[in-house]
């Protein structure tokens, strides 16, 4: 079985600086992997996804991310934050079942 | 546009009442989930349905009941079985592949005193 580690729960950051939040997980097998996020008091959206190809995969709203599979990790990154990106991320695994990191709360603040 | 309505988006309820959360989606997705949040804890599946009049358990399903007699609704039942039921319910679907993104409502917050 996978799981997934998002190895900071809180990320505090200035207006237009650069972010990167962890991901790491664990699995034998192959795995599809994703990216969510979650504004206060709504749903998940999508922000980008994994499934196979080039190891850099673009998402919406500027944010990236990297596939690295000898070090099992799934690094989100995005340039220059703004204040919008106030939300909680999701990092997620993909294999017979989806399994969900505890979560990264990242704080822009002007 | 499609997408997936939860409804109400806030309730209130008295211990030892059942109570249940609506989920219906537009997106023509076969498969529909629900799961609950608390802070700090991520998400964690509580039942899923691949087929209409078919579901299986998640990893937290006691307490809770569902059906699927709909391919577009999903509704979920917390019982009064359930010891911890004040959480923010969380309903999705997806096409069903492992490789398919899961689309989210919106949510219910639940409070039981």
């Known amino acids: 079985a996978q799981s997934v580690t998002q190895l900071d729960s809180q990320v505090p950051v200035f207006e237009e600086a650069p972010v990167e939040l962890r991901c790491n997980y664990s699995?034998?097998?192959?795995?599809?992997l994703f990216w969510y996020v979650q504004y206060p008091n709504q749903g998940l959206q999508l922000l980008l996804k994994?499934?196979?190809?080039?190891?850099l995969v673009k998402g919406i709203n500027g944010f990236e991310a990297e596939f690295n599979k000898s070090q099992t990790s799934f690094h989100l990154r995005k340039p220059s934050v703004h204040i919008s990106d106030t939300a909680e991320y999701f990092c997620?695994?993909?294999?017979?079942?989806?399994?969900f990191g505890a979560g990264t709360t990242v704080t822009v603040r002007a | 546009d499609g997408g997936i309505t939860q409804s109400p988006k806030y309730l209130f309820r008295k211990e030892g009442q059942n109570v249940t959360l609506s989920c219906e989606q537009n997106?023509?997705?076969?498969?529909m989930y629900w799961y609950r949040q608390d802070p700090g804890q991520g998400l964690r599946l509580i039942y899923y349905?691949?087929?209409?009049?078919?579901?299986q358990k998640g990893d937290i399903a006691e307490g809770y009941s569902v059906s699927r007699e709909k391919k577009e609704s999903f509704p979920l039942t917390v019982t009064s079985a359930q010891k911890n039921p004040t959480a923010f319910y969380l309903c999705?679907?997806?096409?069903?592949?492992?490789?398919?993104?899961?689309?989210f409502g919106n949510g219910t917050r639940l409070t039981v005193t």
């Open positions: 699995s034998s097998v192959s795995v599809y």
């Open positions: 997620a695994v993909s294999y017979y079942k989806l399994s």
């Open positions: 997106l023509n997705h076969d498969a």
């Open positions: 999705a679907s997806s096409q069903g592949a492992d490789n398919s993104p899961l689309h």
């Open positions: 994994y499934l196979s190809g080039s190891t």
């Open positions: 349905s691949q087929i209409v009049n078919d579901f």
